[in-house]
């Protein structure tokens, strides 16, 4: 995350990029809506509760693996170093790597929501009372400063959750660049990504019983009636979602039911009965493949681990050009 990315709180700060975005993207064919808006307060919420769900493997997956593997992990904090969380929400991930490794000297958690980092961050103070932490309120998307105090440190980056996933391949490969310029040569990156695997596993991954993706996907409309002022009647769209074996991607779509007219910011959007906003992509990788978009990135591929039914990967990358 974008991703829980780009991600988090937008609302907070004025973002005209919002209404700018959403107009564009419904006056497009096919209409699209880009993920980073799922996540205001209520979409915040509702993902935090998918990340609960018995069918969304992926937390849990992840989750397993960094406390297996934590000490691993941890050798690729070198002394006295920096670790660069990117999104870093809860850093309830973050948490299990830090209390692996007594190296990282200076946590800087990178998150568009001011409110949310700097509540973590008082939080982590308290539990971690030898850790520096510095967090800096930014969009990962773009690049950013590190505090001045970082500077002479080594660095590593912390990108958990799969949310590289959000980007198309080639995004992907230009934010790895990115960041790896920014963290330096030498540095190491501990990115969390999501494997190619069973249809049916993907499909139920996005498609939970309880409809809590759903309405997760749904909020993004609501999002826009109370936002923007937007007219959409929630009940003649509907949630969609499928696993595109082609493009290796989960696609999540809102479809209307009809045919119909919906009022945002002042102007009228024409819909076609079953016409869909393409509202997420989810890419999912082979350990080779991600690998691969590593190694054209600039980046070295030093270790992967899995789950123990190979459904989620964490890969630990070294920069190695500049
Ligand atoms: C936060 C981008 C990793 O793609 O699985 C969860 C978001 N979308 N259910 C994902 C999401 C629908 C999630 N990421």
Redesign the pocket.
Known sequence: ?????AVRDESIKPDSSFLSDVIAGLAARPKRLA?KYFYDEAGAQL?EK?TTLPE?Y?THCELQVLRERSAEIARFFPANSALVEFGSGSSRKARIVLSAASTVSTYVPVDISAEMLNREADELRRDYPSLNVLPVVADMMQPFSLPPAVAGMPHAGFFP???I??LEPHEACSFLRQAGRMLGRGASFIIGV?LVKDPKILNAA?NDRAGV?AK?NLNLLARINRELGGNFDLSSFSHQAFYNSERHR?E?HLASKKRQKVKVAGRTFDFRAGETIHT?N?YKYSLESFAALARGSGWNPMSAWTDANGKFSIHALVFDSH
Request: net charge negative; aromatic share 18%; proline share 4%.
């Open positions: 995350m974008a991703v829980r990315a993920p993902f998918i969304y992926l959750g799969s949310t996933g959000n999501d996005y993706t997760f989960i999540m997420e989810s």
